[in-house]
């Protein structure tokens, strides 16, 4: 254990210098230890045994009691209770004789070891209890020093008795009248910068952190109630740090709750940029559709007119040249009519006129078939030429509704890119060219996939916004039990307050009547000490006022006597 000034904070060298550590501990003739010392190794002890062999008795008799002063048996207590007085720790448990002093002792030091400017003080009190009496009287002594050689015994091992431990206190120590004025005393050398309340609070922590299995009983408010009056009071550096930090907590809860204005105006202004472009796609999705749609039927009647224009071009040339051979086979027949015409035998001969009747017959028949063919071949080019001119007017408008497709397409990708469905855009624009039926249902399906994804994210943004408001609501009920909290507190420290000053008053009260009392041989230490309990001082009066009273109802029926005989003596000098 170390006992530490915490508001103040030195270098290494000066904490050593100016911390007082303890550095033994005594029980002399209380309960079972007979001359007991506990020596602490770097201002902490270790108490180890099994149940019964003193450790929580060791921590009554010494901490906190000899900062405390106080002889109440809850307050000794290492369970609170009230069973165990210091009248039982002196008297009971098997003690021996009519009277019990023992002592029970602290020793502090201060500085390095072995330096010149080691200091050393000593606190603790002289216990005295007889079986006359139901409670114990104490003596609490301070002493600017260690604990001398042979402690607080006699040469023959006895205690001291009150006047001996004045003769070795001397001009170092102090026998101290009142318990008020030793713990004085320990709170200015031990703990300066503490105030009576906040040295109050510290013992209450101590005996709070003393109970036994303090792990299976642990209030935490309790205790962090008991520390934080143990601690020192805010400077106005930490209270303009803590204002700070308030103020800075509200802007951040401001901050939050325009964060949360602005997410829910986004939120907003998000489904309906998301509905305008759900429309905006699927608008465009049906224009691109369509387009897609036309541009196949002319890309279908394109490629009907192409072939029927290859096939026509293909008969017109077969035509040319049925028609070149028609020509040709008729210009030689004519050179052959002109041949034979110029032959002798040709006059004569009437084989030669038949077959010149034949071959005329011929040279007609190939002339009326060049005139068929050539308005044939003059039909099919003025149609190949006519499905040339909607071929060519075909392949424009392809590639008008190509450009529009592009110019939709690209549309309709930035507006999937805005509403998040650019896979979906892609897989429907892949269908549209082969299965339309199948790229509308793609699109109906992420358009319904991504309404309920903003379903969802409405749902969210709602729910955050009840958590909100709930938290809201927790941290002001929060901040109203704080407050009462602490209005309770300083309720129940003004009230504590009060009632140990009464309690000092009344002891001092009972103290100065108990002094005052000539006739009745009563300790005022004994009356001051039985302030709480109001049956335990009625019962010692009543002791001793008994010796007092049996005193003078000896003296009255002395006196009775003696008037009887002043009486008989009066009668008769009066007859004589």
């Avoid at 009326?368 to 071929?391: I, K, L, N, V």
């Avoid at 302030?531 to 009255?556: G, I």
Wanted: proline share 3%; with cysteine.
């Amino acid at each position: 254990m170390t006992v530490t000034a915490l508001p103040h904070r030195a270098s290494a060298h000066e904490s050593a210098a100016a911390r007082w550590t303890p550095q033994r501990a005594g029980i002399l003739n209380v309960w079972r230890y007979y001359d007991e010392v506990f020596r602490f190794h770097s201002g902490r002890l270790l108490l180890r045994g099994p149940n019964g062999s003193g450790k929580s008795k060791a921590l009554e008799l010494l901490l906190p009691f000899l900062f405390d002063a106080n002889l109440r048996a809850n307050r000794l207590s290492t369970f609170g209770t009230s069973e165990r007085t210091m009248h039982w720790n002196l008297m009971g448990d098997g003690a021996r004789g009519a009277t019990r002093v023992g002592y029970v002792w602290l020793e502090f030091a201060a500085g390095p070891a072995g330096g010149a400017e080691r200091r050393w003080f000593t606190c603790g009190a002289r216990l005295q209890a007889s079986v006359h009496t139901s409670s114990a009287t104490a003596d609490y002594f301070t002493l600017d020093g260690p604990v001398p050689e042979a402690g607080f015994t006699t040469a023959t091992g006895e205690p001291l008795s009150r006047a001996a431990l004045t003769d070795l206190l001397g001009d170092d120590g102090t026998l101290h009248a009142t318990a008020a004025e030793y713990r004085a005393t320990v709170r200015e050398r031990l703990f300066p910068d503490l105030s009576e309340q906040r040295y109050e609070a510290l013992i209450l922590a101590l005996l709070q952190l003393r109970t036994p299995k303090l792990s299976q009983r642990l209030d935490p408010s309790l205790l962090s109630t008991l520390l934080s009056r143990a601690l020192p009071p805010l400077g106005a550096t930490e209270i303009g740090e803590l204002a700070e930090g308030f103020e800075r907590l509200d802007r951040q809860r401001e901050e939050l709750a325009r964060l949360d204005e602005e997410v829910a105006a986004a939120g907003r202004l998000g489904a309906r940029q998301q509905t305008y472009a759900r429309r905006v796609l699927r608008e465009a999705a049906a224009g691109l559709v369509r387009a897609t749609s036309e541009l196949t039927s002319v890309t279908r009647t394109v490629r009907t007119g192409q072939q029927r224009l290859g096939e026509a071009r293909v008969r017109f040339d077969e035509l040319s040249a049925a028609l070149e051979a028609a020509q040709q086979r008729v210009e030689g027949i004519e050179t052959d009519i002109e041949a034979l015409r110029g032959r002798r035998e040709y006059e004569t001969g009437a084989d030669l006129v038949a077959r010149l009747d034949r071959l005329r017959v011929q040279a007609e028949k190939a002339a009326a078939r060049a005139a068929g063919s050539r308005r044939t071949a003059t039909a099919a080019g003025t149609a190949a030429e006519a499905e040339s001119s909607r071929a060519d007017a075909a392949v424009g408008e392809a590639d008008r509704l190509a450009a529009r497709v592009s110019g939709l397409a690209a549309e309709s990708a930035v507006v999937a890119s805005r509403a998040a469905l650019t896979t979906a855009h892609d897989e429907m624009a892949t269908l549209a060219r082969t299965d339309r039926t199948r790229a509308l249902n793609v699109l109906d399906g992420a358009v319904g996939t991504r309404l309920g994804q903003i379903a969802g994210v409405r749902e969210a943004l709602r729910r955050h916004q009840s958590a909100v408001e709930r938290r809201t609501l927790v941290e002001k009920q929060l901040e109203e039990a704080r407050a009462e909290l602490a209005e309770a507190t300083e309720r129940h420290a003004a009230r504590q307050s009060e009632l140990d000053a009464e309690r000092d008053r009344r002891a001092d009260r009972l103290r100065t009547w108990a002094g005052g009392r000539r006739e009745l041989p009563i300790d005022p230490d004994t009356a001051a000490a039985l302030v709480d309990d109001e049956t335990a001082l009625v019962e010692a009066v009543e002791r001793a006022a008994a010796p007092v009273r049996d005193a003078l109802a000896a003296q009255r029926a002395g006196a009775d006597r003696r008037l009887v005989d002043c009486e008989a003596q009066r009668s008769a000098l009066a007859a004589e």
